[in-house]
């Protein structure tokens, strides 16, 4: 079992950035795949990013490449996710997700376990 608690998110202007921290119960993150996904007002929650292995193997959605970079503090057992030059559309509640693996996914269905999300606003 993991338990995931998602933090660092807020209200925002456009273009200004946020660190988006997702710590986890187990020590052992290198054996697992941490995902960060998204879902908007609206909308089905779609994969943005994703760390997996001991070689920090990660996935970008491509809307995001260049602005979102993914992280692994293994001794914090913890997983950023910096966002910047956020934009309105970035506007969603922002989850991670966790599963024992060793490659990288977007798929929900890839993930066992999930965090309570934490709401980003991006609005002038």
């Known amino acids: 079992q993991v338990q995931l608690v998602e933090s660092g998110g807020g209200s925002v202007q456009p273009g200004e950035s946020l660190r988006l921290s997702c710590a986890a119960s187990?020590?052992?993150?290198?054996?697992?795949?941490i995902g960060w996904f998204r879902q908007a007002p609206g909308k089905e929650r779609e994969g943005v990013s994703c760390?997996?292995?001991?070689?920090?193997?990660?996935y970008y959605l491509d809307s995001v490449k260049g602005r979102f970079r993914i992280s692994r503090d293994n001794a914090k057992s913890t997983v950023y996710l910096q966002i910047n030059s956020l934009k309105p559309e970035d506007t969603a509640t922002y989850y991670c997700?966790?599963?024992?693996?060793?490659?990288?996914?977007?798929?929900?269905?890839?993930?066992?376990?999930w965090g309570q999300g934490t709401q980003v606003t991006v609005s002038s």
């Open positions: 760390i997996v292995g001991g070689d920090d193997a990660t």
């Open positions: 187990k020590s052992t993150l290198n054996v697992y795949r």
């Open positions: 997700a966790a599963a024992h693996g060793y490659y990288c996914s977007a798929l929900m269905s890839s993930y066992n376990y």
